[in-house]
T-cell receptor, first 114, second 108 residues
Framework: EAQVTQNPRYLITVTGKKLTVTCSQNMNHEYMSWYRQDPGLGLRQIYYSMNVEVTDKGDVPEGYKVSRKEKRNFPLILESPSPNQTSLYFC?????????????FGPGTRLTVT | GQSLEQPSEVTAVEGAIVQINCTYQTSGFYGLSWYQQHDGGAPTFLSYNGLDGLEETGRFSSFLSRSDSYGYLLLQELQMKDSASYFCASSNDYKLSFGAGTTVTVRA
């Protein structure tokens, strides 16, 4: 089954404790992206990657890191989480940047930072 | 930056027609997408307009006017399962920017 998977689905952590949210897709997609969703703000793009070893900042990159060492994986790293990073996070992928209008989303990771 | 405006809420009865408008101000605009998200779920792609005009996909249609920086999503023959949030999104400069979303509530 073609899908985007994320882990963990739920995470409660404390301020300053480094964490990684994994994302993997099995559709051989070139373009991958991370979003955060907060009430009333829609989805905001954190980082995106057009291909292996090619990443760039989205609209809200502060406090996040990403890497793209393999085509299928695109982990999101929070080096020192803070309470304002409490949010619902989605990973997404598309065939390529030319088709980024049609993105396939993972199930989401609900993160709480206390 | 990118800016997309859409109404926050719409309520309608089963069988009705709902139009969700989206106005945008973006640079490097390629086209307008629409996504549906049920409560707590992942957004799913509904439609895309890369050119001006109407695109029809079953009960849903989407329209784009580049000259007016405006688009809409039309939901016809509303069903209870259409109760969800709907987002317009503009693709530009290798990024996808979303509006804040419109919550559609369908009443029996």
């Amino acid at each position: 089954e073609a899908q985007v998977t994320q882990n963990p689905r739920y995470l409660i952590t404390v301020t300053g404790k480094k964490l990684t949210v994994t994302c993997s897709q099995n559709m051989n997609h070139e373009y991958m992206s991370w979003y955060r969703q907060d009430p009333g703000l829609g989805l905001r793009q954190i980082y995106y990657s057009m291909n292996v070893e090619v990443t760039d900042k989205g609209d809200v990159p502060e406090g996040y890191k990403v890497s793209r060492k393999e085509k299928r994986n695109f982990p999101l790293i929070l080096e020192s989480p803070s309470p304002n990073q409490t949010s619902l996070y989605f990973c997404a992928s598309s065939l390529g940047w030319q088709a980024l209008y049609e993105q396939y989303f993972g199930p989401g990771t609900r993160l709480t930072v206390t | 930056g990118q800016s997309l405006e859409q109404p926050s809420e719409v309520t309608a009865v089963e069988g009705a027609i709902v139009q969700i408008n989206c106005t945008y101000q973006t640079s490097g605009f390629y086209g307008l997408s629409w996504y549906q998200q049920h409560d707590g779920g992942a957004p799913t792609f509904l439609s895309y307009n890369g050119l001006d005009g109407l695109e029809e996909t079953g009960r849903f249609s989407s329209f784009l006017s580049r000259s007016d920086s405006y688009g809409y999503l039309l939901l016809q023959e509303l069903q209870m399962k259409d109760s969800a949030s709907y987002f317009c999104a503009s693709s530009n400069d290798y990024k996808l920017s979303f509006g804040a979303g419109t919550t559609v509530t369908v009443r029996a």
